[in-house]
């Protein structure tokens, strides 16, 4: 088990003994997010760091839950001096202030209208020694629970001939996720685990390699729930916690059906309270 540390933001090791100066705008942005991490407090428990190999392409296969995923991943491989390229939509490489940083770190854009690219690009990385980082559920699960996986991850390891790390994060959804509104709050566990590789066997098809690392996934996930160290603070609280484990999230079928609403636009967002009801009702409960 390993957890994050002041140290770790001036560590010299921290990217191995020859980092490649090319990614120095990567390594400052981990370094920085460490520092926010800290001083929130999150409490981090990264456990199979030592499943991510030190040298060669691997393709690290998450469950996504917030936001933030991404960055809470990324610290599952510095135990072994890698940093990840993670697969991202294309807009936020359009946005004025991520696009910037998301260039500079080599992350992949991923056009859904045109994957192929994106495709190509992840192979390419893959067979030049890089971690790819891949959300396979295409977008963060309102359920809680994992998804239908796209293919694509288990098609980028056969043609690459790399190993699939399965993973699993788990409390980031307390801070920022889909349909809430984010809680900066203090002190929030993080779980990060990573599984052992699942290795394509030779002539092995995507079908049975994407149930492979579902299977793995839903193992980490489930073993993350369990274990994870802070338990909801009430009836109210228990939003972030999955329907089969007494939570009041959306169900699998729940989720699904908010998925097409959203990619179809027709979901009803909560209406806004007018700033002078809200102060209304702080007058009263004054």
């Not at 933001?9 to 370094?31: A, K, Q, S, W």
């Not at 040298?55 to 991943?73: E, M, P, Q």
Request: charged share 25%; hydrophobic share 40%; aromatic share 8%.
């Amino acid at each position: 088990m390993a957890t994050v540390r002041w140290r770790d933001v001036v560590r010299p090791d921290l990217y191995g003994p020859r980092p490649d100066p090319r990614d120095r705008p990567y390594r400052f942005v981990v370094r920085l997010a460490i520092v926010v991490f800290q001083l929130f407090g999150f409490r981090f428990d990264v456990r199979g760091s030592e499943h991510v190999p030190r040298t060669g392409g691997a393709i690290i296969c998450s469950n996504h839950v917030s936001y933030l995923d991404f960055t809470f991943l990324g610290l599952g491989a510095l135990q072994s001096h890698r940093l990840v390229r993670f697969m991202a939509k294309a807009s936020v490489f359009g946005h004025w202030f991520a696009g910037p940083f998301m260039r500079a770190m080599q992350h992949i854009p991923v056009d859904r209208r045109a994957g192929a690219a994106a495709f190509e690009a992840a192979v390419r990385a893959l067979k030049d020694g890089q971690v790819v980082g891949v959300f396979p559920e295409a977008t963060i699960s309102s359920s809680f629970t994992v998804k239908d996986l796209k293919a694509g991850a288990a098609r980028m390891a056969i043609d690459a001939g790399v190993p699939i790390i399965p993973a699993a994060v788990w409390g980031g959804q307390r801070i920022t996720t889909k349909h809430h509104k984010p809680q900066l709050r203090r002190g929030v566990a993080v779980t990060v685990v990573l599984g052992e590789p699942i290795v394509p066997v030779p002539g092995e098809r995507t079908a049975p390699l994407l149930r492979r690392t579902r299977a793995a996934m839903e193992e980490l996930l489930d073993r993350a729930q369990r274990d994870y160290p802070q338990q909801p603070a009430g009836p109210e609280d228990l939003w972030w916690q999955p329907a089969h484990l007494g939570g009041t999230a959306p169900t699998p079928e729940e989720a699904k059906a908010l998925d097409v609403s959203d990619y179809s636009g027709t979901r009803e967002k909560p209406k806004r309270p007018h700033p002078l009801a809200r102060l209304r009702r702080l007058v009263r409960r004054g």
